[in-house]
């Protein structure tokens, strides 16, 4: 998992905001904690991209989830890809205030989803179990993927 998102001519409030690559810290400023999505077309395929920063309701108070989606379209076929992690930064100091989480709260958390992410990968290592979602987290994190 990367520290960012690569998004595609996305369009904001029906502004086209171009290709770039976001910290996942900027995804929910930028847009108020909506999810973002971009477009790409040429003559034969269609790239979608969409990417997210987010709280099921009932997550303990560390926990939330990175979400990337990819689907390319051609004349009668499309394919999906999604990557998404479920990350409980408790031991980080990092605690969502209530609910589904503020846009505040969701900037907070990507910022300390971040570090965590840059870290392992400057010693070529996976996110560390500490900070994997497990149990009941693990479980709503799967059932927001599958319908991200």
Known sequence: MS??????????A?????????????I???????????V???????LYTKSSVSR???MTRGAGV??????????STCKVFKLG??????????RFH??????????????????VMREAESKGQSIPEMYRCKGHDAALARASLLMF
């Open 66 to 75: 990175f979400a990337y989606k990819r689907m390319t379209c051609g004349a």
């Open 85 to 94: 992690i479920c990350m409980d930064l408790i031991r980080t100091g990092f």
């Open 98 to 115: 209530d609910g589904k989480g503020t846009t505040r709260d969701l900037i907070r958390f990507a910022k300390a989803g971040e570090k």
């Open 3 to 12: 520290w960012g998102a690569l998004i595609v001519e996305a369009k904001v």
């Open 14 to 26: 029906g502004a086209a905001v171009g290709a770039d690559c976001f910290k996942w810290s900027k």
């Open 28 to 38: 929910p400023v930028a847009w108020s904690g909506q999810t973002l999505v971009g």
């Open 40 to 46: 790409t077309r040429n003559s034969k395929i269609h």
């Open 56 to 58: 099921e309701g009932f």
